[in-house]
C-alpha cells in the first residue's frame, strides 16, 4: 500500500517522522507494506527537522493525485482551497483519504462524504477533532448501541492554555495570551482559536457523528474567552467552587438538539475541570454507556500525525470497512434556538456604586421573571467603578439577554455585562 | 444477523434491555437486521427486570452453540468453565464470538486466539477491561501507530469506590467496605476485588495488547487495598499532596517491561486522582501521541452491556476486520524481576515510642543504600505505639525489602510495615 502526503508543514512533517521511526511497526500490524512514495509541497526547501529522502518530495500534487500507484492520500494543507479539490480529485481516482481538515468536513462533509461513498473510498479524519485523543473512533464505533445524550468538549488548547493560565497564575487575558504566543501555543493572530470558532468547526463533526445532524457555524451560537477577566476566574473558583473552560456543548433534550460553544462555569470536582493547559477533554454521556470521558493532547505535531496514521493504518486493514455514523435513530427533531435554551447563569456588571443600584437591576430581572439565587458586590466604594456577581437560577436565554439589555440602558452600568453559563 | 446469549446475569439483562429499546438504532447503524434470536441460562424463571419473548429462553447451550443460523455468540456466563469449552466450541462451529470474561482470557489468551484465527472467526472482548470503557479498541486502533510506554489503570470499582470513600468520608477500609457490599459495590466475598485479582487478569489483557506480552497472574506482582488505614490516606494527602489508587501498571523502560498491581501514591493534581468512587480511568502514553486517558464506568449491568453490544455491532459491520494486536515491534526483551524495580516509596510503620528507634531504623536503611526524604513520627508518646512515615528517594524494590525485613526484627516495631510506590 503506497501512501501520498499532501501538506508538508508541522502534523506533515510529524507524519514523515513516524512513518521514520515506526515504520517496522506499521507494517506488522498492518500486515502489509505501507510506505510513504511521495511528500508534496509548495515548499520543499525549508528543512522540517525530519529526515526525508529527497526524491520523495514533490511541489506537484498531481504527482500524488494522479499516480495510480498510491492507495491513500493524506490531506494536511488545511483550509477550503485547493484541499476540498484534492480530495475530491484523489477520491474521484478511486483513493482513500485521510485528513484533519474540520474547517473543510465542517462547511463541505456532505459533498465529501457523498462522492466518497459514490467511489467506495474511505474518508477517515480522526485527527480532526481532539488531535492525537481517538474521539471520534470511540464515538462513531466503541458508543454505537448507545443513544448519545450530550457532549461537552473541551477541545481548543490555545483557549484552555490561557483560561487555566490566568487562572493558575493571577494573570489576565492579554498577559497568558502574550506568554502563549511566546511557546508556540497561540497563533499570531489568535482570533480564530480564542474566539470559539476552531471548537465551533469541531462541534460540527462532532454532532454529525454523535446525533446525525448537520449544523452550519452561522447557526451555532459562538462566544470567545476574550472577556473573561481575571476576577471573573477567581470569583468562580473562591465563592462558587467553579473552574471556567470554553466549552462545545450539543445536548438532545425532548427531541431538540442544544448547540453552543461559550466559556462556561465547571464544577471543579468535574473531570472537565481538571482538563489544564492545552490538553483536550472530551465528556460525553451516552444511555446506556453513562458518562466516558477522552483526555489527551488536542493538537501539536506528534500528537494530531499519530491520528492520522493511525487512520491510514485502518485503511490498510480494513479498506472496505463501512463506518456506522449518525445516530441511526430520528431523534433530533429539531435544534432548539438559543434564546430558547436555559441554564443557570454566571453574570458580571460593571457598575458605578450609588444608592439604588440594586434596586433597579432586580427590578430588570423580576420584570423578565429570572430569579437571583445570589448578587455580590465587593469592595463597594460610593461613586466608584466595581465588579456586581449575579448567579440566577434557571433562566431562559432570552429572557436573560432582554433583561440585560434593559439594564445596559441604566446609567450606572459600565461596559458590557458578562454571562457565562453554569454547567 | 443472529446472535445467540449465553448468561442471563447481569450483564446479560442489559444487553437484552439494549435489544428491546435500541433495536432500531442497532439495525440503522450495522446496516442489517441483527436479531437477538436465544438467550441461554441455567435458571430462566427469576425475573431480571427486563422484557423478553419466553420463546427465545432456554436452558440448553446447544439451542445457541450447535444453531446454525446464529452468527454470533455473547458469553457472559465468567469463569473458566463451562465459559470456555462454550467458547470454544462457538468457535469450532463458525461463530463469532463476544466476551467480556477477563479471567478466561488472562489464562487461556493463545488457545482461544488461535482457535479463532484458524477458524477465521472474531473473538471481541472490550467488556473484558474498564467495561463501558472503549479502551481496548482505542489501544489496538487508535493508538496503533505509536509504541506505548506505559499503561497505568484504575480498574477495579470496587477498589477504588472504598479508597476514595475512605478519602472523603474519613473512614477505615472495613467500614467503607460494609458501605459498598450495601450498595451492591462490593460482592459478598470481596477478596477478588480487593486483593487485586481482579485488576491483574484486566493488566494481563492490557499488556497483551499495548506490548504483546503474555504474562501469567503468577509472575505479576499483586497487593490488594486492605492494608491500607485511614491515616494512610490522611497522610499522603495532607503532607505529600498525593491520593491512593489501587493501580494497574506497564511500564517499558530500556527494552525490560514492570509490571504490578499496588495500591500507589498518585499526585493529587494528576488526572487519575480525579477518578473517585466506582469509576474506572486508564492512562496511556505512546511515543507519539503522548499521555492519552479513558474514563468511564468500569462496570454495571447498562455500562459493560453497552460495549458487548458495540462488539455485536462491529463484527455485524466487519465479520472479516482484521484486528492488529500486540505491539508489532520487539519492543519488550523481558519482563523486569519485580525486586530490580525501582520507586520513590511511602513506608508506614508502626512501632514503639523510645529513644534511639529512629536510628536503628535508619540504620537498617542505611545498611541497604536506601536514601531517605522524610521521617515524620506524629504524636509520639513514650511506650506507646505511633505510626512512623518514610518517605525514600528512589529505592531499588529488593532493597527495600531487605531493609523492611531486617527492621521488622526490631523489638520496636509492632504489626506489618506498609510500603506503596509513589507515581
Known amino acids: 500500500m503506497k501512501v501520498g502526503l499532501i501538506g508538508f508543514g508541522t502534523i506533515g512533517a510529524g507524519v514523515v517522522e513516524i512513518f521514520n521511526r515506526n515504520q517496522e511497526l506499521i507494517n506488522r500490524k498492518t500486515g502489509r507494506k ?30 500524488i ?25 484523489a477520491i474521484e481516482n478511486g483513493k482513500h483519504v485521510v485528513t484533519a481538515n474540520k474547517a473543510l468536513l465542517a462547511r463541505h462533509w456532505d459533498e465529501i462524504m457523498s462522492a466518497a461513498s459514490e467511489k467506495g473510498v474511505r474518508v477517515a479524519f480522526e485527527a480532526s477533532v481532539g488531535g492525537g485523543i481517538p474521539v471520534l473512533k470511540a464515538l462513531n464505533e466503541s458508543l454505537a448501541a448507545n443513544r448519545i445524550q450530550s457532549i461537552y468538549g473541551i477541545i481548543n488548547g490555545t483557549a484552555n492554555y490561557i483560561l487555566t493560565g490566568m487562572a493558575s497564575e493571577g494573570c489576565e487575558f ?22 470559539g470558532h476552531d471548537t465551533a468547526q469541531k462541534l460540527i463533526i462532532l454532532t454529525l457523528l454523535g446525533f446525525g445532524v448537520y449544523v452550519p457555524e452561522e447557526k451555532l451560537h459562538v462566544m470567545g474567552i476574550s472577556n473573561i477577566k481575571r476576577h471573573d ?27 453552543w460553544v461559550m466559556p462556561a462555569l465547571v464544577p471543579a470536582d468535574h473531570l472537565l475541570s481538571s482538563v489544564t493547559g492545552v490538553y483536550n477533554g472530551i465528556y460525553i454521556e451516552g444511555d446506556f454507556t453513562g458518562p466516558v470521558m477522552f483526555y489527551g493532547k488536542g493538537a501539536g505535531r506528534r500528537a494530531t500525525a499519530s491520528a492520522v496514521v493511525a487512520d491510514c493504518m485502518d485503511i490498510v486493514i480494513n479498506p472496505e470497512k463501512r463506518i456506522p455514523m449518525g445516530p441511526g ?3 433530533v427533531k429539531s435544534v432548539r434556538e438559543f434564546s430558547r435554551t436555559t441554564s443557570r447563569y454566571y453574570i458580571r456588571l460593571e457598575a458605578v456604586d450609588r444608592p439604588g443600584v440594586l434596586h433597579e437591576m432586580a427590578g430588570a430581572f423580576s420584570r423578565h421573571g429570572i430569579s437571583i439565587e445570589s448578587v455580590t458586590q465587593r469592595g463597594a466604594v460610593e461613586g466608584e467603578t466595581v465588579p456586581i456577581y449575579i448567579v440566577t437560577h ?17 446609567e450606572w452600568v459600565m461596559g458590557e455585562p458578562l454571562s457565562l453559563r453554569i454547567l
Chains 1, 2 share one sequence.
Not at 434557571?394 to 441604566?410: C, H, K, N, V, Y
Open 34 to 63: 505501507v510506505e510513504l512514495k511521495r511528500v508534496v509541497d509548495l515548499d520543499i526547501e525549508t528543512p522540517r527537522g525530519v529526515e526525508i529522502d529527497p526524491e520523495k518530495l514533490s511541489t506537484d500534487a498531481d504527482d
Open 65 to 89: 493525485l494522479e499516480d495510480p500507484d498510491i492507495d491513500i492520500v493524506i490531506e494536511l494543507i488545511g483550509g477550503y482551497e485547493p484541499a476540498r479539490s484534492f480530495i475530491l480529485r
Open 174 to 195: 492579554e498577559e497568558v495570551l502574550r506568554e502563549a504566543q511566546r511557546l508556540g501555543y497561540a497563533e499570531r493572530d489568535p482570533t480564530f482559536d480564542i474566539e
Open 233 to 259: 476566574i477567581e470569583y468562580a473558583l473562591e465563592e462558587l467552587n467553579h473552574t471556567v473552560r470554553l466549552l462545545a456543548a450539543a445536548r438532545l433534550e425532548d427531541g431538540e438538539l442544544e448547540l
Open 329 to 331: 435513530f430520528e431523534a
Open 394 to 410: 434557571s433562566t431562559m436565554e432570552g429572557d436573560l439577554q432582554r433583561a440585560l439589555s434593559e439594564i445596559m440602558e441604566m
